[in-house]
């Protein structure tokens, strides 16, 4: 029970990497509250949490990550059922793999508002509700803000922005109690891994030392600890979890 009477907001928490940390989450001992674009995908998981821990109360959102009033709004819900909020897990985003020479500028203004600028107004807005608990920022950053990719620049361009969110904002905040630290998956078997056919997938594991590519608990299990006083006194720091796949 690491997070036992914690609080907890989990963008991007309706599938994959967010799901399963909501799942940890609560495991451990948190309250939880979770993100999605949609409302039905929002109920859908809710639906799902309600069913594997049915005497936990589960709070789900659908607001527009990159407006200010919604975020704000969100979290004095979420303060006035549960109290308190300790932790944000800015985990919400959209990868990419179009040829640069193929990028239309909505296609680039949708990454930037969705992996970079949520990640602004959700930390900057949490900002007075986490001094008073001395909380937690957690960002989803990704093995490709260190080493690129092939294709889709802005993706890496955008994990790179949350590195240099996470390192400063760790050092801005610091003062006012506040940890900020980011966690870097690498090949996780989430639906899209799943989705892709396993010429793709096996010389993929071959270029991993450690033989298998990750599991959403993997990375969820990494959130925990950070967000768990064990961690009080790592700030500003990437955490790679990616079983060594860097070159």
Not at 87 to 111: M, R
Not at 118 to 137: A, E, N
Not at 142 to 162: I, L, T
């Amino acid at each position: 029970m690491l997070l036992k009477d914690k609080v907890a907001i989990i963008t991007g928490g309706t599938r994959g990497i967010g799901f399963e940390t909501a799942r940890q989450f609560i495991i451990h001992g948190a309250k939880v509250a979770i993100c999605g674009s949609r409302q039905e995908t929002v109920n859908k998981a809710l639906d799902k949490l309600k069913t594997e821990f049915p005497n936990i109360k589960v709070l789900g959102f659908y607001p527009n990550l990159t407006n200010e009033q919604e975020v704000i709004k969100m979290y004095n819900e979420v303060e006035n059922t549960f109290g308190k909020i300790d932790i944000l897990i800015n985990n919400a985003g959209i990868s990419s793999s179009t040829p640069i020479e193929k990028y239309t500028e909505d296609e680039f203004n949708k990454i930037i508002n969705l992996n970079i600028k949520s990640v602004f107004i959700c930390s900057k807005t949490i900002i007075p509700f986490l001094k008073k608990t001395k909380g937690v920022i957690l960002n989803t950053s990704s093995m490709v803000s260190k080493h690129g990719q092939p294709a889709g620049v802005m993706y890496p361009a955008s994990k790179f922005a949350v590195n240099g969110i996470t390192i400063s904002l760790a050092r801005e905040l610091a003062p006012k109690g506040i940890r900020v630290n980011a966690v870097a998956p690498g090949i996780t078997n989430t639906d899209m891994v799943k989705a892709l056919p396993e010429k793709v997938i096996a010389p993929l594991i071959k270029t991993i030392p450690l033989g298998r590519i990750g599991e959403p608990k993997d990375i969820a299990n990494t959130y925990v600890f950070l967000a768990s006083n064990m961690a009080s006194y790592i700030t500003g720091e990437i955490i790679h979890v990616d079983g060594c796949a860097r070159t």
